[in-house]
């Protein structure tokens, strides 16, 4: 990787000196400074200010310093959010999508044939379709009264959102999201040299044991880079607003949709941006423990 | 031994990749299986192996039939061609492996990976990753893989392809000593045929998922059964000339020879290895001799390759160094009695 870069960083050097390679990257650097780095940084002075969406501080903010920070974390709501983050991302996407994704690319790697486009096909509708679609599919299955599932499972009158809303947005998001691990393993597994499970085979190591000892060690990176990504979508993910919005009583409130729903429906904007800036911090304590993995691998030994 | 009835690999599609196939393998036989690609040779051998299923007949390892025995269960050990050496384990890990899943303690593994090791001389090696190893050591550790769990047979599918020349021929020897000293059964997939006649106790030539023919590697080069074979088996191709027999005569491509007791008349493809035939340039007084004109030479080394054009037809000849003519010159060629084959309808029909 590092000899890559410094690679390409060589061949660039002679063709195009520096004032014209600036020129090329203007056009890009404008656009992200106008459209991510000026926000990111209005949303930091945001969170250091009272400012609300209508009222007297909405004409006239005020910096109030860390006063939001120190609310916020001694907030029980904000504290219960990031309790059901935590167990939104570890259950569908970790355990979820992950587990889920793996397995099915597991089961089709050899399958030619209609089984495995149509399975694929499926997954990858759950994932293409537009998310108010497929929100309000679920909400037609979950419904207390005319739910789909209600109707198969002869439960008429349970009410899923209202009694077990984490449970659903989390079943809701790995069918949703499964996809994509389903698609990054497919790919990984095909990098799998198949006389290496051939070798463990005639080894007679069990399934078990051929995943230990030859596909894990194989796909390693393709499994933190899956980790990496689908951790950071789900923690920032918006969606299951569509299906609860939060509630009932914050039951479901990840932290996403606590923001939305002290920024917006609040009006608080000033906390919602000091909210907002301590999830992106969460999101880059992740990240960066994901790339360290990422980085360390190889030099793990086996027994 | 291992013994093959009626087997049979028909894949989706209906390609028959083995087809109806018979063969007994002895014990600590070194047995080749020879064929250009897509003859079915590895098929056969993955069959052994239990990685295939076979759509018919039945496959016995030592007396005990284990057509439906998972791979794991049939007590083999196989080497692939890309030595398939795990990349995350050290050498000693990698040889060990087939013991760790026997669940043999960990002491007990790694005293007989590291007196494998020993006689493979990998010693030095042993706490290295596969991906520091040069392509003779890998091969080496892949062996070593295959020899700690002292199974009833080896299976290696082409394990020598990946080596460059001059390695290939030191690993051969090496391999050949192994598998004496060692006396198990080994079953060896290779294309290359100087390989197969190498190492080989028998050699089965295999073509379309046939054994075309089966015999020692002396029988095999000596008296090919068909012009396949012919023509597969040798350094330098085997010449197959059209020719005539009657009249108690054999007439090829200008030259005329008795005809040997027994030899049905009519059209047959007259064989002479260029090995098997002598070259002059002085016209020799007999009958019998291919007269023609030099028209290549192809340096062997030890030998030179003249090829001749005599009649329309080339004939190739192997000559010592320093006896090679130049090109343009006339000469002769007098084929070794005994040593020229006739074949009709691509069929052994007797020798000349």
Sequence with gaps: ?????????????????????????VPALVLIGVFLVFPALWTVYL????????????????????????EALGDERFRTSLWLTVQFVLGSAVLGQAVLGFAIAWALRDRRGPLKSVTEGLVLLAWILPSSVVAFLWIALLDRDGGTLNAILHTPGFAWLLDHPMASIIVFNVWRGTAFSMMLYGAALENVPPSHLETARLAGASTLQQLRDVVLPHIKGHVLTNLLLITLWTFNDFTAFQLTAGGPDGRSEILPVYIYNVAMSGGRLGFGAAVSFLVLVVNLVLAFAYLRLLRSRGEVRPS | MIALRGLTKEFPGGVRAVDSLDLEIGDGEFFALLGPSGCGKTTLLRTI????????????IGGVDVTGTPPGRRDVAMVFQDYALFPHMDVTANIAYPLRIRKVPRAEREAKAAETASRLSLSELLDRRPGQLSGGQQQRVALARAVACRPKAFLFDEPLSNLDARLRLEARTFLKRLQRELAVTTVFVTHDQSEALALADRIAVMSAGRITQLGTPSEVFRRPATTFVASFIGSTPMNLLPGVAGDGALRVAGAEFPLPDGTPEGEVLYGLRPEYADLTTREPGEKGAFSGKVAVVENLGTAHLVTLECADHLLQVVVPEGAEPPPGTAAWVVPRPGRALLYRDDTLVGGA
Excluded: C, Q
Excluded at chain 1, 8 to 24: E, I, Q, W, Y
Excluded at chain 1, 47 to 70: E, Q, S
């Design chain 2, 49 to 60: 192996a239990g990685l295939e299923t076979p759509t018919s007949g039945r496959i016995e």
């Design chain 1, 1 to 25: 990787m590092a000899r890559l870069r410094h690679d390409r960083a060589d061949m660039s050097a002679p063709m195009v000196s520096g004032k014209h390679s600036l020129t090329f990257v």
């Design chain 1, 47 to 70: 969170g250091l200010t009272d400012y609300r969406l209508t009222g007297l501080a909405a004409a006239d903010p005020r910096v109030v310093g860390a006063a939001n920070y120190a």
